[in-house]
Nanobody, 121 residues
């Protein structure tokens, strides 16, 4: 089905801003709820943010609320994660995910390969 490719991860300093992108293939991008997850070394993958098909509804983990913003451009088949006020604890591999069923993203069906974000103090 849909294929996802993340980009934009890099080394950043605490307090910096960074924007991640997730490009989706295919013509049916607007039929998917989209989300971002992250996984730090030795930890389980955790939910970060999600956005529904139209972009009118969003959800955020408490740890990033007020600092991160998820958005999408259906014309470009792309979802973004704008990260501000980065903290060292944001260091992780960030994954893009797609879910045709629910914006809650409890069981994503498709994952990207991940992009590394490293935040130094």
């Amino acid at each position: 089905q849909v294929q996802l490719v993340e980009s934009g991860g890099r080394l950043a300093q605490a307090g910096d801003s960074l924007r991640l992108s997730c490009a989706a293939s295919g013509r049916t991008f607007n039929s998917y709820n989209m989300g971002w997850f992250r996984q730090a070394p030795g930890k389980e993958r955790e939910f970060v943010a999600a956005i529904n098909r139209s972009g009118r509804t969003t959800f955020y983990a408490d740890s990033v609320k007020g600092r991160f913003t998820i958005s999408r451009d259906n014309g470009k088949n792309t979802v973004y994660l704008q990260m501000s006020s980065l903290k060292p604890e944001d260091t992780a591999v960030y994954y893009c995910a797609a879910d045709q069923v629910s914006v809650t993203m409890r069981l994503p069906s498709t994952w990207g390969q991940g992009t590394q974000v490293t935040v130094s103090s």
